[in-house]
């Protein structure tokens, strides 16, 4: 079984900073594409930022300048720093992971049971 576990959310007011993290842990082989997703209330789940095993990042462009994502391969970690938050990134963060499980598999999606983000003054 493979399991993703978030922490860091909370609440912070506008300029503020949060440091989202997240961790794989259970069987797994190797993990690709790390990223983190945000579904905020009546909207779609957009992606918010993603990085490869090799490093390359993409990100939303609402998030662009302020946000930064980083990954710990040696620890199977994903992190996601966030600076000068805005009313508008109030969501639900979901932690994602492309992982292998085994030699056996191909690699599939997983998803982290979400953390709550509310930026208000």
């Known amino acids: 079984q493979v399991q993703l576990v978030e922490s860091g959310g909370g609440l912070v007011q506008p300029g503020g900073s949060l440091r989202l993290s997240c961790a794989a842990s259970g069987s797994i082989f190797s993990i690709d594409t790390m990223g983190w997703y945000r579904q905020a209330p009546g909207k779609e789940r957009e992606l918010v930022a993603s990085?490869?095993?090799?490093?390359?990042?993409n990100y939303a462009d609402s998030v662009k300048g302020r946000f930064t994502i980083s990954r710990d391969n040696s620890k199977n970690t994903v992190n996601l720093q966030m600076n000068s938050l805005k009313p508008e990134d109030t969501a639900v963060y979901y932690c994602?992971?492309?992982?292998?499980?085994?030699?056996?598999?191909?690699?599939?999606?997983?998803w982290g049971q979400g953390t709550q983000v509310n930026v208000s003054s």
């Open positions: 994602h992971a492309n992982i292998r499980p085994s030699y056996f598999l191909t690699y599939m999606n997983y």
């Open positions: 990085i490869a095993n090799g490093g390359s990042t």
